[in-house]
């Protein structure tokens, strides 16, 4: 049976990562948040972080704060997604999360109690740096090194525009929002389903008739 499968990264591009970060970044650094910049840079380098200091906020935004649970979606992303999922995408999160090997479990538990609180419904759940290692017929990502591992391959990315890629030389469509991002990942799909003789749903977030049947998909021509 085949599936489109989209392959979604999790922090910057459906979890509003950055905007609950600065809020803890000036709690750990002790400083106001008005004066810390609206967009973020790689590393958080403007925020007082920087890769040096990493780790240890990692810790403290994950342990006392509980970071992987508690951040907001992006404007958008679950119903979105929901829609995505409903017209028969397979939808494999792949995400690097697991940085500190003490903070494993929790991670883990953090992460999925996020998904089901916001009906993110998702086929695999894949914790791994490597994307470029995970099969996807698309992929969305804001991480400028994940962008530039799929660039590699030959992979289609949608890329989430932010202050840490912006600047960047990448390949792929950029996005500001999920109302863009939902527009080229339906784009993409069709044209898939195009290429493999499959139905098109009959409108935004709804199954198409192979999807509903539960079986293989057929051919229109059959």
């Known amino acids: 049976m085949s599936h489109f499968v989209l392959g979604l990264d999790l922090d910057g591009t459906c979890a509003d990562f950055y905007a609950i970060m600065r809020e803890l970044a000036a709690l750990w650094t002790g400083q106001d948040l008005a004066d810390l910049p609206e967009e973020p840079e790689w590393s958080m380098e403007n925020w007082g972080i920087g890769e040096r200091r990493y780790e240890a ?20 992303a679950p119903a ?12 494999r999160i792949i995400t690097h999360r697991l940085i500190l090997p003490s903070l494993h479990e929790e991670t883990i538990v953090q992460t999925i109690r996020w998904l089901e609180q916001h009906r993110i419904p998702y086929w695999d759940l894949c914790f791994m740096r490597e994307k470029d290692d995970v099969n996807a017929d698309l992929y ?15 992979a289609k990315v949608v890329i989430m525009n932010n202050g840490t890629n912006r600047a960047s030389d990448l390949f792929g469509v950029r996005v500001d929002d999920w109302q863009g991002a939902e527009s080229e990942i339906r784009t993409a799909y069709y044209s898939w389903l195009d290429e493999h003789h499959l139905d098109r749903p009959a409108a935004p977030g709804q199954a198409p008739q192979w999807f509903r049947d539960g079986n293989a998909p057929g051919s229109r021509d059959s």
């Open 57 to 76: 906020f990692h810790r403290f935004a994950v342990t006392q704060h509980k970071l992987f649970e508690v951040m907001p979606p992006l404007p958008g």
């Open 80 to 91: 979105a997604i929901q829609r995505l999922v409903a017209e028969g995408i397979r939808l």
């Open 140 to 154: 969305v990502e804001d991480s400028k090194i994940n962008i530039e591992r799929l660039n590699a391959i030959g």
